[in-house]
């Protein structure tokens, strides 16, 4: 029966194999995902040996183009509702679930040359790098900022935005502006400042900060035999062993 299904995939293209002969499982999760769906995926394979799951990680808004230009995805984790909503209302995913918060921070050199300790310094930083108004992460920074103008001044909006140096297409080239010196300052997702030891954190008081929701949805696509397993991942994901996982690099409950 194995040998029936592999043969009926090379006439529906509906399967593809790794070099093992093991089934594709295609995951495209947003880049802040990276490191927990890095880790789930070990368990996943050590759970289900007949299944190799190959991430694509970019900003939410990339993976939401490739997926209406007909990539090949089995599974669509994104980092902002609305490009989820966008595809099913397209049809091309189903069964949308939230699974994971997060929260944004500012974050810093570690030598700090600013010298900025709180969020309302932040128009101290000579250049500021946000994601794109595309990106998630770009576009809840500036509702951070936006907010913060109402209780700092409208000024503050006016100064931070003056001094963005650079607008990124996800959250990890951001950070890395702020690794390699190259920024004094950015807005990015706190589980990314955690995976990082080369940035200080300055978080953003919480009556101005802005939660994100990660939903993940089981992409639709024609003449595929990939989505039971991507009902699995989807299902694993969210159950206790990675709500645990999601935990410890530092996302919230949905």
Not at 57 to 69: H, K, M, T
Request: charged content about 20%; some cysteine; proline content about 5%.
């Amino acid at each position: 029966m194995r040998h029936l299904i592999w043969v009926l995939a090379l006439f529906t293209g509906g399967c593809r194999a790794d070099p093992a002969g093991r089934e594709v499982l295609s995951v495209y999760a947003a880049s802040s995902l990276a490191e927990t769906f890095e880790e789930l995926e070990v368990a996943f394979e050590l759970m289900h040996p007949d299944i190799d799951v190959r991430l694509t990680l970019a900003g939410s808004q990339v993976l939401r183009l490739q997926i209406e230009q007909g990539a090949p995805a089995d599974v669509f984790a994104s980092a902002n509702p609305e490009h989820v909503q966008a595809l099913l209302e397209a049809g091309l995913v189903r069964d949308a679930q939230a699974f994971a918060g997060n929260d944004l921070v500012v974050i810093v050199p570690l030598a700090n040359p600013s010298g900025i300790e709180s969020f309302d310094q932040l128009p101290l930083a000579e250049r500021i790098v946000l994601g794109t108004v595309n990106v998630p992460a770009g576009r809840y920074a500036r509702e951070v900022i936006h907010r913060a103008s109402q209780q700092l001044g409208a000024g503050f909006e006016a100064r931070v935005l003056g001094r963005v140096v650079s607008e990124e297409t996800n959250v990890r080239l951001a950070r890395a502006k702020v690794e390699f010196g190259e920024a004094d300052a950015a807005l990015v997702y706190r589980t990314d400042a955690l995976s990082s030891d080369r940035v200080r954190v300055i978080p953003i008081p919480e009556a101005l900060g802005v939660r994100a929701s990660y939903v993940i949805a089981v992409a639709v696509r024609p003449r595929t035999l990939m989505e039971p397993a991507a009902e699995d991942w989807v299902a694993f994901v969210r159950s206790g062993e990675g709500r645990a996982v999601l935990g410890r690099h530092g996302f919230n409950a949905p």
